[in-house]
């Protein structure tokens, strides 16, 4: 006799990007993107603890000094569609101009649209690794946690920075 389960199926969709927005096209050499760091999105304790953490580091002045740093804070979520779209280029540019992307995920571990939005772009993405699909991300990601220390950190953003063909080889493989 044949026993009979029932199935349930769960679906994730991964995050998209287009990349009739974000690409990396024209913007491949070093002298091309002139922002060493870049951080994107909320800084909120509570939901991002550890984007919060690092916009704090990349803050002080002695880290403010040594990397050309750009913190780009979220737009909100009520904008029009022709607003939307306005920002989302400018984000886009952004990327493009970008060596190193810090992508942290939420105090829940869910990844970020922007690590798709990154790939695309060709900027090497650091940041902590999401609880889902760990292992596709860990080929893309340079993996900094919130149990690192500070001086890890900056010694992990120091190295990618001085290291351009290791950067670029690592952020191609990404795209």
Not at 33 to 43: E, K, S, Y
Not at 50 to 79: C, D, W
């Amino acid at each position: 006799m044949s026993k009979q389960t029932s199935s349930r199926y769960i679906i994730h969709a991964p995050h998209s990007a287009s990349k009739e927005i974000f690409s990396c096209n024209g913007y491949f050499r070093d002298v091309d993107r002139p922002i060493d760091i870049l951080l994107t999105g909320m800084i909120n304790p509570i939901t991002y603890p550890f984007r919060t953490r690092l916009f704090n580091l990349l803050n002080e002045p002695a880290v403010q000094s040594a990397y050309r740093i750009h913190v780009h804070h979220h737009p909100g979520y009520g904008l029009t569609y022709s607003n939307a779209q306005v920002q989302l280029e400018e984000y886009a540019t952004l990327l493009k101009r970008t060596k190193i992307h810090l992508v942290t995920t939420s105090a829940y571990k869910l990844a970020p649209a922007k690590l798709a939005e990154t790939q695309l772009s060709g900027a090497l993405i650091v940041g902590d690794i999401p609880d889902s699909r760990q292992k596709y991300y860990e080929n893309l990601i340079v993996s900094i946690s919130m149990e690192d220390d500070d001086e890890s950190i900056l010694r992990t953003l120091k190295w990618w920075i001085e290291h351009p063909k290791e950067r670029l080889a690592k952020a191609r493989a990404a795209y």
